[in-house]
C-alpha cells in the first residue's frame, strides 16, 4: 500500500502543476504549453563538470539542428499554443474535479474506466511530455485515489514513510522506472528547461557486467603502492574523481574477537587491505580456492580430458580445389622441355652421356699423411692469415757412427762384444741394436744390408699406427704459477745478517741452548767441553770438560733455576754454573739437585730393573759445578725438559722400550713410560701446552697422552727417515725435518697427514726451530744454509696458517759433508744462534 500512495501522490502533484502558470524562458518561449516544476534544481554527478551557459549553447546547437531556430516559426507556435491553451482550461477543470472525486481503487464498472481514459486523453493534447510520462505511470499501475481530505491525509503519511522507510522509496523508484517511458530532446521541442529537468529525474545506469563500467578499477585507486604508506594519514587513497577516501574506524583486538564469535561468517571473509573492509567470499570464490589448495584447475567446469578437436583433417580431399576447367596449354607440349630434350640427345650422340659410368677401382695403397693438413682447425697465426696446422709424421733416427761404412775405430766391437752380440736373443728388446759396426775401405765394397726390407716395413707401420693428434698447450706465464705471497719487507723483524761469531770449539758443535734470560749461551761440542758464553759479547765465561763428546746440552726452562743438563757418553750431568745469577737462585737450584740423595724411601718397583743410577759427582767435578750424574749403559743421544723443569726425558742409542726414559729430578726417580716402542726413536719431545710426549720414529711421529696412558694419534710424514721435530708454541701446530731434504708441517686439528710439505735443501735437514715469541721458525742442512720462514699461526681456526720463505743464511762451512747441525732462536728478540760441523757458533740478527 506504502507504493501505491506514493505513485499517487506523485501523480497528484504532477496534476496540481498544472494550473500553475509556466515561466517563459528569456530566448525559447514556452509555445507548447509545457510546465516547468518549480523545485529547486537538483545537484546531478553528470552536471558537475558543465556550467550552465555552456549547457544552454549546447543545447542551443541541438535545437538548431532539429529546425528551432527561426523566429518566425516560434511566434506562429506561441498563437497555435494559446488558443490550444484557452480550449484545454475548461477541460482541464472539470477533468481535475472527476480525477479528485474518483476513487480509481473502487471503480470496478466500465463507464468509470471509459471515462477515465477519455478524460486523460483529452489532457494527453495538453500536457507536457514530462507530466505525459507520469500520467502513463499511473494508468499501468493498480493505485487508489481518495477524496481531496484523504488525499491530503495520504500526502503527510507518505512524507513520514518516505523519511523512515528508505527501503519503500527504492521500491517506487524501481517501479517507476520500469514503467517510465524514456524521452528525448526532440519531445521537448525548444524547451531546454524541461529537458533539463527531465535529465535529472532519470535513474542512474546500474555499472552491470555487459556495461562498460565492469571494468573501471576499484575504489581505490592508489594502485601497487603499498598500503603501509599510508598508515600515517587520515586517508587511504583516491577515487576516481581523486577525492580522498577517508580511513575507516577500527576496532581494537577485544572488539574484533566479539565481532568475529557473533559472526557466523568469519571463516570466509577475506580482508581487502586496499579498501580496509572486509569482504564475504561467495561459495564459488571458496570453491576456487578450495581447488587451487588442493592443486586442481581453479575452474570447475574446464575438462582436462576433452577430446581432440582435428582443426586440419589428416583425411587427404579427394575432390579437386577448383573447378575450372584445365587449361589448353596443359595439352600443348612445352617448347622449352624440347629444348631441353634435344640437348641430352645431342649429348648422347656425341658420346658425352653413356649408358652407365665404368666403377671406379681404390687405390691399393694409401699415403696417410697427404690430407693430414685438413684434419686440423684453422689458426690463426700471428700475422692474421688463416692455416691449417700440419701433422708431421715421426721423424725417422739419424744415422749415427756406428752405421758408417768406415767408422771410428773406438766404435768397431771387440771379439768379446761380437761374441755376446752372437749369443743374444735375436730381439730387438734384448739387443741394443740389430747389426755390428764393420769397416769397410770403400764404399763400393760395402754389401747389400739384409735387413733392409724389415725395417722399411717396420717404419710404415710406424707412420700407419702413428697418432695424427694435435697437442694442445696452454700458454701459461710462469708467474701466474707463482702463489701470491707477501712482501718479506713487510714480514719483520726477522734475522737477516751475521752479527756475532763464537770461536773457541775445536771440534764439531752438535748442540747449543740459550738460558730463559737470554743473557747466556751454553753449546755442547766432540772436543768433549762445554762452554757457556755472554751471548751479546761473544766471551767465553765458563768451561766444562767432560772428557767425552757432548751431544746435547739444554738449559732448564724454569726461570726460578739456574741449571743446565748435559748429555755426555753414557751418562746425563746436571750442572749449576755459579757466577751468572743471585745467590737466592743460586741455593734454590742446589737444594732441588741435590734433595733426591736425601730421599730414602723408594716408592718405584721398577728403579731396581732399569738401568739408571744417580750418583753423587767427584769433588773436582762438584767445585766444578757438576751436582748430579744420571749414569746409563747406553750413549745418550737427547735430552728434553718439562716446561716446570721438575721432569727430563732422555733417549738413548738402544732400540725398545728402554731406550726413552723419564727422570724426576727432584726425587731423583726415573720410569720407563714404554713397554715396547716400534723402531728406533730419533727424537723426543713434550708439548707445550698439554700433558703430551711425542717420539719420534723413522717413518712416524706418535704423540701419547702422559696423563691418560694411550695413543692419540700417529703423524705421518710421508718421509723415508726422520731427523727432528718441533711443537709450536700455542701446541697446535707441528714440523717435521728430515734426511731426504723435507720439511711437513702439520696441522694438528686438520689431518695427520702434512698440511704442506717443503723442499728447499739441497742437502739432508739436521734441525728445525720455533721462535717461541715471533711468527718464525728455521731449517738448518748440511748443505750449509739456514732457511728461515714466516709461519703465522692464526686464532680463527677456518683460516689455515701463513707460511712465507724470507731468508737463506749462509756462512757455515761445510766439512766432511756435513754443514750446519744446530738452532736456536733467542728467547726474547728475533735472532737466530747456530753452530755447525766448522767448530763455530754465529748469531743471526
Known sequence: MAVKNKVASKNKRSLANRDEPAEKPDVFPTAQGIDVPSEPEQSSDED????????????KEMAEDQGFSSADEEIENENELDDDDSEGEDDNDGNDSEIHSSDIEGASSEEGEEADSEDIESDNDDISPLERTNSRLTDGQETAVDSDDASEAEAKDEDEEDEEEGEDEDEASKLANEGMEKLTIRDFGSDLSGWKEYRKTLPQIDAGYASDSSTEEPANTIGSVPIEWYEDYSHIGYDLDGKRIMRPATADELDKFLDNMDNPDVFRTARDEINQKDVKLSEEEIDIIRRIHGGDIPDANYNPYEDTVEWFTSQTMVTPLSGAMPSKRGFIPSKWEHKRIMKIVRAIRQGRITRSKPKSTKPKYYDVWEKAEQLGEKIKTLEGSARRPRLPAPRAALPAHEESYHPPPEYLPTEKEKEQWENQIQDSNYRKRSFLPQDFGSLRAVPGYDRFIQERFQRCLDLYLAPRMMKKTTNLNAEELIPRLPDPRDLRPFPSAEALMYVGHTGRVRSISVDPTGLWLLSGSDDGTVRMWELVTGRCSGMWDLKEVVYMVSWNPNPDMCMFAAAVGGRVVLVTPTG????????????????????????DEDDGSLPVSWDMPTSAEQASGIR????????????????????MASLTAEEGGSSVLIHQVGKHKSQRPFRKLKGAVQAIKFHPTRPWFLVTTQRYVRIYNLMQQMLIKTLQPGVKWISSVDVHPQGDNVIVGSYDKKLSWFDLDLSVKPYKSIRYHKQAIRQVQFSRRFPLFATVSDDGTI??????????LNQNPLIVPLKILRGHEIRNSLGVLDCVFHPIQPWLLSSGADGTIRLWT
Open 580 to 603: 751468572i745469577c743471585d745467590d737466592q737462585k743460586q741455593l734454590v737450584s742446589e737444594e732441588f739437585v741435590r734433595a733426591g740423595f736425601t730421599n730414602t724411601g723408594n716408592d
Open 787 to 796: 732457511q728461515v720462514y714466516h709461519g703465522m699461526v692464526y686464532q680463527d
Open 628 to 647: 748430579v750424574s744420571v749414569a746409563m749403559h747406553k750413549t745418550v743421544k737427547s735430552v728434553a725438559w718439562h716446561r716446570r723443569g721438575d721432569y
Open 48 to 59: 558537475d563538470d558543465v556550467e550552465e551557459g555552456d549547457f544552454d549553447e549546447i543545447l
